[in-house]
């Protein structure tokens, strides 16, 4: 089945910069977008950009530009989020999710199980 | 950046009752629109795509509608495991707004 799998929580101080991994598994990696999606405490969900796995091309939400930056290993099946220079309101809970096109819209069909990042001086 | 409304923002209902959750978009997003469930402590869950279709396995008292700029949930008879929060997203442009939610409890 297929299965997004995110590393731990992290804690940093103001002004560090954090990565997040998100390893696939039980499907075709390159044939699905990956997005990263973030959730502050008691807040709704915020889009931050996406990946095409096959080539590698980025799109960016403009409120991160600069500050983020999504990657993906092929052979390890693996997307990943760094964030840099990071504030308090930066501290969520972010998500990976696979991302299916045909037959519709754009969708988050499956999702890893999110990454707490606090950020705390 | 095209703004998602959801209402109402909260609702109390009750075992068996029909419900219908809304989300307005700034600007006409076609049938570009998502809808999402989510539980406490859980990601969120894909319900609905392109505005009306059912994602599979996802039972058929969810039933999605719309097009344009106003769209609608409904739940036919609610389940004690619907009591969650519900998000509407668009992906007509990016960056892919959601709405700000509906929470839903038990009355």
């Known amino acids: 089945q297929v299965q997004l799998v995110q590393s731990g929580a992290e804690v940093k101080k103001p002004g560090a910069s954090v990565r997040v991994s998100c390893k696939t598994s039980?499907?075709?990696?390159?044939?699905?977008?990956i997005h990263w999606v973030r959730q502050a405490p008691g807040q709704s969900l915020e889009w931050m950009g996406w990946i095409n796995a096959d080539n590698g091309d980025t799109r960016y939400s403009e409120k991160f530009q600069g500050r983020v930056t999504i990657t993906r290993a092929t052979s390890a099946r693996t997307a990943y989020m760094d964030l840099s220079s990071l504030r308090s309101e930066d501290t969520a809970v972010y998500y990976c999710a696979r991302s299916t096109l045909e037959d519709g819209s754009p969708r988050l069909d499956s999702w890893g199980q999110g990454t707490l990042v606090t950020v705390s001086s | 950046d095209i703004r998602m409304t959801q209402s109402p923002s909260s609702l109390s209902a009750s075992v068996g009752d029909r419900v219908t959750l809304t989300c307005r978009a700034s600007?006409?997003?076609?049938?570009?629109l998502n809808w999402y469930q989510q539980k406490p402590g859980k990601a969120p869950n894909l319900l609905i795509f392109?505005?009306?279709t059912l994602q599979s396995g996802v039972p058929s008292r969810f039933i999605g509608g719309g097009s344009g700029t106003d769209f609608s949930l409904t739940i036919s008879s609610l389940q004690p495991e619907d009591f969650a929060t519900y998000y509407c997203q668009q992906t007509y442009n990016a960056p892919h707004t959601f709405g700000q939610g509906t929470h839903m409890e038990i009355k």
């Open positions: 392109s505005a009306s």
């Open positions: 039980g499907y075709t990696f390159i044939l699905h977008n």
């Open positions: 600007q006409n997003v076609g049938t570009f």
